[in-house]
């Protein structure tokens, strides 16, 4: 009896709790110590024990046939326990199944081209992208590369007579002390892959940036160690790469030894070299004839914590942004760690040794000299306020106001405080990659945002630019006017005006208020001034959204309506000094702060600063309509689709957004790696071999492998 009651305690009741139809719930029975099942049957009950009055002898009961119906009954049960748990296991897996309803995008067919090799290159004037290929056309596959591998020089000529006229001469960099090895070129292909496909938003040319080019991984991360052993100096990765065409790649470089390099007396030593290309003496306005004019200088600044891992390609990464922006281009940049010491109880502004040794533990010593180092203990001390909880509008994530994810912003703003050398900070994650040259792609980004009339300017920024549905960027622009004037909006034109109550406002800068009325201006203000926020996201209202942190707002009279904001979610952005200042003294003098994608587009906007969303190219896995995604991205029905809001699964298959998970899988087959059942050795040795990618942003890189 006892083996029985424990067979009915194993079978369990099924619960199809996560179906979307919800069923009714199987009984089970209650077995306790006291009582049996079968104490419930009328097997056992008391008449059947007692017997009737006229009794009818349904079947014999000698002992034998009792025990083969005891087996029987036994055998039964258990038939029934395990049909209990197969059912519950089929139920639960239908559950799965239907837990999730697929995306409409997610019926649209892949897109595959950007996963061809260097042996299927074409030239540019020869590319046919695959969103507008024919499906059944062949793709040629050559037996190498077809066309050999080239320098990327995306600099200006520094000894042409016409840059000595206007600028102090360079003075060549170097990597290590000895100045023996000069910071490397590096190679891309003059062609694309035959069928890549195009990015759906955003385009190369108008943002100054060459598209007949593309990187494969041996010319891309080659010469900053990528292919070459270890004892050489260099990382030893490409050992199980696929390699066609690879040798000529590395015959065109240099082994640089990277074991003692230092890149911050690298950087250094080559501003000091350079140093009167920066005076702040010289004219730093338009050119007068006679006089050299001053190179304007940038910090880039990359937000890492202390127990960061350093992978070897996020060593290759962080390689080729020093290299490129910085030694290459003269000094023109620095390039910068700047560590969360997320230990509040570590005083790191107490004492030297106490700082060092925070700095070897956590950071590879060729970035020691690169490195600062910062705390949410220290903003405390930074920014006191008073921040009351009354002066907050909401605070969805319950999170501390000097904390690293409410106010990331803080750290960059005291970073800046210190180092007022620099005209721009560039904001930097560690989770993002670039496929392509990083001067060409920071240089040709800041001389388009430059050129950007501020004229609807914040309109133009706050939609996505199709190209395939829009036409031309002039062409996008003018449907742009003609949508504003349709609905009757009213447009950013200077700073932007609001009810402060009781707290009052840091007045805006007589610079930035406008010369003209909006109606007579030609397109003309603004045309040549440098950007004060680069944004790579659209600069959206958060207000029309339903985006979870859009009243993340503090230190403003919360008996007045919320003030108006601006949003680019993402916070990778240029931002200028004189920005930076501004939102330092709201923060230390105002007592004023936002969620941190937030926080500098709703500075720009109430000081009238000079903001933009740059159109870089963004890619999608899929061959979306251009007709919905044009819909779907610009003109969501309500607030809650908006793509900043529950909208946002349609940003999966992108390249770049906080949640694109194409990006990081593309990125790692992009080095070699096996991703997804495909990729690896062995399916490009028997394909077309390694991708070749034009210059791409991929966000957000979680991990990386290769193979």
């Not at 009714?24 to 056992?44: R, Y």
């Not at 349904?58 to 119906?69: H, Q």
């Not at 006089?291 to 202390?306: D, G, I």
């Not at 023109?332 to 509040?344: M, N």
Request: proline fraction near 8%; include cysteine.
């Amino acid at each position: 009896m006892g083996a029985i009651k424990g067979l009915f305690s194993r079978i369990p009741p099924i619960q199809p709790s996560r179906l979307k139809v919800a069923y009714e719930e199987l009984p089970s029975h209650d077995i306790s110590e006291n009582v049996t099942p079968l104490v419930l049957s009328p097997i056992m009950s008391d008449t059947w024990r007692k017997g009737n009055i006229n009794p009818r002898r349904i079947f014999r009961t000698s002992p034998r046939r009792l025990f083969i119906i005891t087996l029987a009954v036994s055998f039964t049960l258990v038939l029934l326990a395990g049909g209990s748990f197969r059912a519950r296991r089929y139920y639960a897996e239908k559950s799965r199944q239907q837990e999730r309803i697929p995306y409409p995008w997610e019926a649209y067919p892949r897109l595959s081209g950007m996963f061809n090799g260097v042996r299927t290159l074409v030239r540019a004037s020869e590319w046919v992208p695959e969103q507008q290929a024919n499906p059944n056309t062949k793709i040629e596959i050559h037996e190498a590369p077809p066309f050999d591998p080239v320098p990327v020089n995306p600099y200006p000529d520094f000894s042409s007579p016409e840059y000595l006229s206007k600028h102090h001469p360079v003075q060549r960099c170097y990597v290590d002390e000895n100045e023996k090895y000069p910071a490397p070129d590096v190679f891309a292909y003059p062609g694309v892959p035959a069928g890549m496909p195009a990015p759906f938003w955003g385009e190369y040319d108008v943002i100054g940036i060459p598209g007949d080019r593309c990187f494969e991984r041996f010319g891309r991360f080659g010469p900053y160690g990528y292919s070459y052993d270890p004892a050489e100096g260099g990382l030893g990765l490409s050992n199980k790469s696929a390699r066609s065409g690879a040798d000529k790649v590395e015959e065109m470089f240099t082994k640089i030894d990277y074991r003692n390099v230092n890149w911050g007396k690298a950087q250094r030593k080559c501003f000091e070299k350079n140093q009167k290309r920066f005076d702040s003496g010289a004219n730093t306005g338009s050119h007068v004839a006679g006089q050299q004019k001053a190179v304007k200088r940038s910090a880039y600044v990359l937000r890492t914590w202390t127990g960061y891992q350093y992978t070897e390609i996020q060593l290759l990464s962080l390689r080729a942004m020093i290299s490129e922006l910085s030694l290459k281009s003269g000094g023109e940049y620095d390039v910068h760690l700047l560590v969360h010491v997320k230990d509040d109880s570590i005083p790191i502004w107490a004492s030297d040794d106490v700082y060092n040794q925070v700095v070897r533990e956590n950071v590879p010593e060729e970035f020691w000299n690169i490195t600062t180092l910062w705390s949410e203990q220290l903003m405390r001390l930074y920014y006191p306020g008073p921040w009351r909880d009354e002066d907050n509008f909401e605070n969805d994530s319950g999170s501390d106001i000097h904390g690293v994810y409410r106010s990331a912003h803080f750290a960059l703003q005291w970073f800046a405080q210190q180092h007022q050398e620099y005209e721009f900070f560039w904001n930097w994650e560690m989770d993002i990659r670039y496929s392509g040259h990083y001067y060409e792609f920071h240089n040709g980004i800041s001389e388009w945002a430059a050129k950007q009339p501020r004229k609807l300017l914040w309109e133009r920024s706050s939609r996505f630019w199709i190209p395939g549905a829009h036409g031309s960027w002039p062409k996008f622009s003018q449907m742009v006017e003609q949508e504003v004037m349709e609905r009757g909006e009213d447009p950013v034109w200077g700073p932007v005006d609001f009810p402060t109550g009781k707290y009052g406002r840091l007045e805006p800068p007589n610079s930035t208020t406008p010369p003209t009325k909006i109606e007579d201006d030609d397109y003309e203000w603004g045309v040549g001034e440098d950007a004060d926020l680069i944004v790579f996201d659209p600069l959206f209202d958060p207000a029309k959204t339903n985006w979870v942190f859009r009243e993340d707002v503090t230190g403003y009279d919360t008996a007045e309506p919320v003030p108006p904001r601006r949003t680019a979610i993402i916070t990778i952005s240029r931002i200028s000094r004189r920005m930076l200042n501004t939102m330092h003294k709201e923060t230390w003098r105002m007592h004023h702060s936002m969620f941190p994608e937030m926080w500098p587009p709703s500075v720009a906007l109430h000081h009238g600063y000079k903001a933009v969303y740059v159109p870089h190219p963004v890619y999608f896995d899929r061959k979306w309509p251009l007709d919905v995604m044009n819909k779907v991205f610009n003109y969501p029905a309500a607030p809650h689709e908006s793509p900043f809001g529950w909208g946002e699964h349609n940003m999966q298959g992108g390249s770049f957004y906080y949640n694109a998970g194409f990006s990081g899988a593309l990125w790692r087959r992009w080095l070699g790696a096996f991703e997804n059942g495909q990729g690896g050795r062995k399916m490009e040795e028997a394909g077309s071999d390694r991708m070749c990618l034009r210059g791409m942003l991929f966000h957000p890189i979680k991990h990386e492998s290769i193979e």
